[in-house]
């Protein structure tokens, strides 16, 4: 069995946590997700926050961010633009999340 994966790209921060619960939702459902917040400092998680992002990470998610302050303040994995780059050729999907 093939299992899809999934990258959701937060490029409005206003949209991020909203995302990061999506990307869950799909690792609940045996896809591999993944998020990136791209270009935007984020404010600090809350507890709730954090715990939606462990439960990501034990279903083998992940969240990352391509600002150092997020990696910092938030625990996201740092990712350069030419990693996401070819982290993206592994996905089945890639959804632009949150565009206003």
């Known amino acids: 069995m093939e299992y899809k994966k999934v990258c959701f ?50 279903m083998e998610g992940e969240v990352y961010s391509t600002v150092q302050a997020n990696v910092d303040k938030s625990g996201f994995e740092a990712i350069t633009i030419e990693e996401l780059g070819e982290k993206l050729r592994e996905m089945t999907n890639i959804v632009p999340y949150g565009i206003k």
């Open 9 to 58: 790209m937060y490029r409005n921060k206003d949209y991020t946590m909203d995302g990061i619960r999506s990307a869950l939702g799909l690792a609940v459902e045996n896809m591999y997700a993944y998020g990136v917040v791209l270009d935007n400092e984020i404010p600090a998680l809350d507890e709730n926050q954090q715990e939606s992002i462990e439960m990501l990470r034990d």
